[in-house]
């Protein structure tokens, strides 16, 4: 087998995340039309396989950045195909991330693909290898809001709205979160290219510990609610309404039943 073909078939993308893709797309579809006599159900599959396929190109963005950034062992390990079962910490990566929006609505950060950075030269690219992540985010969260801004409702179902300011909410989340300069998120790995070597040293210790701070933080009422109100802010200024992004939570999860409010 040649190297070109090796080269292509690392690339290829995974069946694992065209089957995602599917489900998503199907139910989606059964959002669209009202499908099936419980509404919320429709919402929680197409909102988790849509934040899944998030998930995937989140780290499919790091993986790209570091292909082009001088590391192309990215390939050989699966990177390249967009499936989630070929990341370094799956846990991490995927099954985390679902858990906290069941349970709590929240996009929280997963673990990011293994990258060799001694292959990488330049401050730059190492910045831009952990920047690119959260940046799929950013643009995952334009999409699902361009109906919002562009002023494209017209026809949109109120479900599926719902589920659009749902995920949105998510995407801005797991942005703004992923990119605070804490140790072991991406906002650090942004700047540490930066920082002097001892100070990089000093901070390595701490890393694996900077995801469960954040999370413990989350839980300071305080910091809560400067945090959504802000989230909060941003989608207002994008013209996504509170009461929509409330009532996709609420449909969401389904088996709290449908608040007063929300027309289904």
Partial sequence: ????????????????????????????????????AL????????????WVVSLCLHEYAHARAALYGGDV???AKG????????????VLSVVLPVLFVVLGGIGLPGGA????????????????????????????????????????LDGVPDGFRYALAFLAFLQVTAALL???????????????????????????PYAPYGFFVVIALLFVPALNGAFFD?????????????LDRACGSALYRFWEGTPVGCRV
Avoid: K, Q
Wanted: net charge positive; aromatic share 10%.
């Fill in 1 to 36: 087998m040649s190297s070109a073909a090796v080269r292509r078939g690392e690339r290829r993308i995974s069946p694992v995340f065209l089957a995602i893709l599917a489900v998503m797309a199907v139910t989606g579809w059964a959002v669209w039309t009202g499908f099936g």
């Fill in 39 to 50: 509404p919320g159900l429709p919402v929680f599959l197409f909102v988790t396989s849509a």
């Fill in 73 to 75: 062992t990215v390939g």
């Fill in 79 to 90: 990177y390249l195909t967009l499936n989630p079962m070929a990341y370094t910490h799956a």
């Fill in 113 to 152: 693909v293994f990258v060799e950075r001694d292959r990488i030269p330049g401050r730059w690219r190492h910045s831009l290898v952990s920047a690119a992540g959260p940046l799929a985010n950013v643009l995952f969260a334009v999409a699902c809001t361009a109906p919002f801004w562009l002023g494209a």
């Fill in 178 to 204: 992923n990119l605070l300069p804490v140790p072991g998120l991406d906002g650090y790995g942004v700047v540490e290219p930066w920082l002097s070597a001892g100070a990089r040293r000093a901070v390595a």
């Fill in 230 to 242: 802000g989230v909060d802010a941003l989608l207002r200024s994008l013209d996504v309404p509170v």
